[in-house]
């Protein structure tokens, strides 16, 4: 299968099951469209095959028209080098992966990852929270250092032979603990040395909190630390109000702004100013812009997840106008970058060149198996997003998991489990999506999350396109 | 070289299969997201 499309006057084409991305010329991405056809019927065939075809084509009225502006020495070339690249593996690959994986269900797996709910109360309200204002419709609740280290001690115990376990402090406002944050990461500390365990750490802030004398410690400690803000102050303030209604943009942007500073000078340098867009800025790239050109050179801004009956929630009609935003981004991006001030866009990260390997491409985010959700007093969910829903209770850090029917159902949530997922072109590099969002919005795991699919698809693209211009500024070739 | 295709540095998600596997990696999850999943943008731990 291969996935072609333009982009900021790039033909791109990405050989979907080998992972290769070429950068063609209008002949060859032309002619792919009968190689296509071809490579459908025959599973080899010649640049003869490939020419004979093209002549054929030629017959019709829409395929003169299409094919007669390129000479035939062209063609000629062209059809060589696409049966060359089919020669070496690098075009129409087949998906063999999913014969030769190994059978999802009875995979061994072992958990690295736990999303510690260090809180469950949140000074903000923001209004797209899918916390519900940190509550997980739920009760207030801070989590105790006691059961805070159970959780630890639960990871390694169940880390098998992993050494890098993840740890995110998350809430609520995880800073509204902070004592609890700074007693558990000394604790993960000792059990490294115990047990022969690298702890990754990661906080995430909606920064109202944050002071200059915890810089020192979150700097030494945190793997990477969250900011939350969602771009211009009046978009923020809007969806990112106190209880009582103040906006917290002012509050917060100084501190980041400080905070980032002494991130850049740390070891650990790695943050993001993460922020949501809603209904009410389908205009995002905007925020992107503002948060660059506040200083900030890590940045996420992502689409926010809402029921359709929320004013704020993205809708159908409202994609073409995100996918142009995406694109509009993806110029900002290289020209920023081509000014000397270049910002990085999570969405827009994409390593080709050392990406994971297709087990894990294909594995699913790991919610529910390798990666567990913690409430304050120590109970066990999938992830996040499934706090607070009593059917996807799991157990808890005491007793440790107790519905494995839950656990091997999501064990088997992967990228062949979902019909929508077997042609798209983007299963390696979402992994079949977010298994919340599809249960949320399908009441099943193994569904999909249409809005979100279209988008993340567009990110994609325009992710491969930035990787085909940066390849271009590389040659010095700065006019494109 | 190719004169109508420049083909981009990647890494070969066959080759991937043969060797791949060993879990050491970051999860998905565990970046800036929380809401999507997206693992095409990470590294892999043996590349780092």
Same mark, same amino acid.
């Given at each position: 299968? =291969?996935?072609?499309?333009? !982009?900021?006057?790039?033909? =791109?084409?990405?050989?979907?099951?080998?992972?290769?991305?070429?950068?063609?010329?209008?002949?060859?991405?032309?002619?792919?469209?009968?190689?296509?056809?071809?490579?459908?019927?025959?599973?080899?065939?010649?640049?003869?095959?490939?020419?004979?075809?093209?002549?054929?084509?030629?017959?019709?009225?829409?395929?003169?028209?299409?094919?007669?502006?390129?000479?035939?020495?062209?063609?000629?070339?062209?059809?060589?080098? +696409?049966?060359?690249?089919?020669?070496?593996?690098?075009? *129409?690959?087949?998906?063999?992966?999913?014969?030769?994986?190994?059978?999802?269900?009875?995979?061994?797996?072992?958990?690295?990852?736990?999303?510690?709910?260090?809180?469950?109360?949140?000074?903000?309200?923001?209004?797209?929270?899918?916390?519900?204002?940190?509550?997980?419709?739920?009760?207030?609740?801070?989590?105790?250092?006691?059961?805070?280290?159970?959780?630890?001690?639960?990871?390694?115990?169940?880390?098998?032979?992993?050494?890098?376990?993840?740890?995110?402090?998350?809430?609520?406002?995880?800073?509204?603990?902070?004592?609890?944050? @700074?007693?558990?990461?000394?604790?993960?500390?000792?059990?490294?040395?115990?047990?022969?365990?690298?702890?990754? *750490?990661?906080?995430?802030?909606?920064?109202?909190?944050?002071?200059?004398?915890?810089?020192?410690?979150?700097?030494?400690?945190?793997?990477?630390?969250?900011?939350?803000?969602?771009?211009?102050?009046?978009?923020?303030?809007?969806?990112?109000?106190?209880?009582?209604?103040?906006?917290?943009?002012?509050?917060?942007?100084?501190?980041?702004?400080?905070?980032?500073?002494?991130?850049?000078?740390?070891?650990?340098?790695?943050?993001?100013?993460?922020?949501?867009?809603?209904? !009410?800025?389908?205009?995002?790239?905007? %925020?992107?812009?503002?948060?660059?050109?506040?200083?900030?050179?890590?940045?996420? @801004?992502?689409?926010?997840?809402?029921?359709?009956?929320?004013?704020?929630?993205?809708?159908?009609?409202?994609?073409?106008?995100?996918?142009?935003?995406?694109?509009?981004?993806?110029?900002?991006?290289?020209?920023?970058?081509?000014?000397?001030?270049?910002?990085?866009?999570?969405?827009?990260?994409?390593?080709?060149?050392?990406?994971?390997? @297709?087990?894990?491409?294909?594995?699913?985010?790991?919610?529910?198996?390798?990666?567990?959700?913690?409430?304050?007093?120590?109970?066990?969910?999938?992830?996040?997003?499934?706090?607070?829903?009593?059917?996807?209770?799991?157990?808890?850090?005491?007793?440790? +998991?107790?519905?494995?029917?839950?656990?091997?159902?999501?064990?088997?949530?992967?990228?062949?489990?979902?019909?929508?997922?077997? %042609?798209?072109?983007?299963?390696?590099?979402?992994?079949?999506?977010?298994?919340?969002?599809?249960?949320?919005?399908?009441?099943?795991?193994?569904?999909?999350?249409?809005?979100?699919?279209?988008?993340?698809?567009?990110?994609?693209?325009?992710?491969?396109?930035?990787?085909?211009?940066?390849? %271009? +500024?590389?040659?010095?070739?700065?006019?494109? | 070289?190719?004169?109508?295709?420049?083909?981009?540095?990647?890494?070969?998600?066959?080759?991937?299969?043969?060797?791949?596997?060993?879990?050491?990696?970051?999860?998905?999850?565990?970046?800036?997201?929380?809401?999507?999943?997206?693992?095409?943008?990470?590294?892999?731990?043996?590349?780092?």
């Amino acid at each position: 299968m =291969i996935h072609k499309y333009k !982009n900021n006057g790039y033909n =791109i084409v990405l050989d979907v099951c080998s992972g290769s991305v070429h950068v063609v010329d209008d002949c060859v991405y032309d002619l792919l469209d009968i190689a296509a056809e071809l490579h459908e019927k025959f599973d080899r065939f010649s640049v003869m095959d490939l020419l004979g075809a093209v002549s054929l084509k030629c017959q019709t009225p829409e395929g003169s028209a299409k094919y007669s502006v390129y000479g035939t020495q062209e063609i000629s070339e062209a059809a060589e080098e +696409i049966t060359q690249l089919i020669a070496e593996g690098m075009l *129409f690959t087949p998906d063999t992966y999913e014969d030769s994986l190994v059978d999802y269900k009875k995979r061994q797996t072992v958990v690295k990852a736990l999303c510690l709910h260090i809180s469950h109360d949140c000074n903000l309200a923001c209004k797209y929270c899918f916390a519900e204002e940190g509550e997980y419709h739920g009760r207030r609740e801070l989590m105790t250092p006691e059961v805070g280290k159970k959780a630890l001690d639960f990871l390694v115990a169940n880390s098998g032979n992993r050494r890098n376990l993840e740890v995110d402090f998350f809430g609520g406002e995880p800073l509204m603990n902070w004592d609890t944050v @700074v007693e558990l990461v000394r604790y993960g500390r000792e059990l490294e040395k115990t047990h022969d365990k690298n702890f990754r *750490f990661t906080l995430t802030t909606n920064g109202t909190l944050l002071k200059e004398d915890m810089f020192d410690f979150i700097n030494a400690e945190m793997d990477n630390v969250v900011l939350s803000i969602d771009g211009r102050k009046e978009i923020n303030d809007l969806m990112r109000p106190h209880r009582g209604g103040q906006g917290s943009y002012d509050e917060i942007v100084p501190k980041y702004l400080k905070f980032a500073e002494a991130r850049k000078k740390n070891e650990r340098d790695s943050y993001y100013v993460r922020g949501t867009y809603t209904r !009410n800025n389908l205009d995002f790239a905007e %925020d992107v812009k503002h948060l660059a050109d506040l200083g900030f050179d890590q940045i996420s @801004v992502e689409p926010v997840v809402a029921s359709p009956e929320d004013d704020y929630a993205l809708r159908d009609e409202d994609i073409p106008g995100l996918l142009e935003e995406y694109d509009k981004l993806a110029k900002l991006y290289l020209d920023y970058r081509k000014a000397g001030k270049p910002f990085n866009f999570f969405h827009f990260m994409i390593d080709l060149e050392g990406g994971p390997c @297709v087990y894990k491409r294909l594995s699913g985010c790991g919610s529910g198996t390798e990666y567990l959700a913690v409430t304050p007093w120590g109970d066990l969910y999938p992830c996040h997003q499934f706090v607070g829903n009593e059917d996807f209770l799991l157990g808890n850090v005491y007793d440790g +998991i107790r519905r494995n029917d839950i656990v091997d159902e999501f064990k088997c949530c992967n990228v062949y489990a979902k019909p929508e997922c077997r %042609d798209c072109f983007a299963r390696f590099y979402c992994s079949g999506g977010c298994a919340a969002n599809a249960y949320n919005f399908h009441g099943s795991i193994t569904d999909v999350y249409e809005l979100g699919c279209k988008l993340q698809r567009k990110r994609i693209e325009c992710a491969i396109m930035i990787k085909a211009a940066l390849a %271009d +500024i590389e040659e010095g070739d700065m006019e494109k | 070289m190719k004169k109508h295709i420049k083909t981009l540095n990647t890494r070969d998600l066959k080759k991937s299969a043969v060797k791949g596997g060993c879990g050491e990696c970051q999860t998905s999850c565990q970046s800036a997201c929380k809401t999507s999943c997206t693992v095409g943008n990470q590294t892999c731990e043996k590349f780092k």
